[in-house]
């Protein structure tokens, strides 16, 4: 896993990219450099961008990469103004998020409780046409107060 920081004026970035192979153990990793990096943005904002980061690669390594060593999983997190952007990119097959929207997991299925994680915790989530790219956005309390007192 390389770790790098894009230069972007105004933006703290950390980039991992190339999980490989895609594994839980990278997750952590990332989880970890993510609250090194990220965690003086605030308690709720650092909450809800482990949450999300992990889910995302979670899903990206277990049902994109499905673990395959030979796939990568890529992921950039920025921050800007209390805000935090977190691209995640797999090379599965991707899914029908569409579909997937409008389903509610069941209080015993399995799986099912991401996409229920990114509306809960994201103030944005978007998916690639293909489904095996998400983009989650987190709206920091700074910039909502710059938003309520317009």
Same mark, same amino acid.
């Given at each position: ?12 970035? /950390?980039?991992?990219?190339? $999980? ?9 990793r990332a989880a970890l450099?993510?609250?090194? +990096?990220?965690?003086?943005?605030? &308690? ?7 949450? *999300? ?16 060593? &030979?796939?990568? $999983?890529?992921?950039? $997190? %920025? &921050?800007?103004?209390? @805000?935090?952007?977190?691209?995640? %990119?797999?090379?599965?097959?991707? !899914? ?7 389903? $509610? &997991?069941?209080?015993?299925e399995q799986s099912g409780?991401? *996409?229920?994680? !990114? +509306? ?5 989530? %978007? !998916?690639?046409?293909?489904? @095996?790219?998400?983009? /989650?956005v987190i709206r920091g ?10």
């Amino acid at each position: 896993m390389q770790v790098s920081l894009p230069g972007r004026p105004g933006w703290s970035a /950390l980039r991992l990219d190339t $999980v490989a192979p895609p594994a839980v153990e990278q997750v952590e990793r990332a989880a970890l450099e993510f609250r090194q +990096r990220f965690g003086s943005l605030g &308690a709720r904002t650092t909450f809800a961008g482990e949450l *999300l980061l992990r889910e995302a690669m979670l899903n990206a390594v277990l049902h994109g990469s499905r673990g395959d060593p &030979a796939k990568t $999983v890529r992921c950039v $997190v %920025r &921050a800007r103004s209390g @805000n935090l952007l977190i691209l995640v %990119r797999d090379e599965g097959d991707g !899914f029908d998020w569409r579909t997937a929207l409008g389903r $509610v &997991a069941g209080a015993s299925e399995q799986s099912g409780r991401g *996409l229920e994680i !990114f +509306r809960t915790y994201a103030s944005r989530v %978007r !998916f690639s046409l293909r489904g @095996n790219q998400v983009a /989650l956005v987190i709206r920091g309390p700074k910039s909502l107060e710059r938003e309520q007192s317009k």
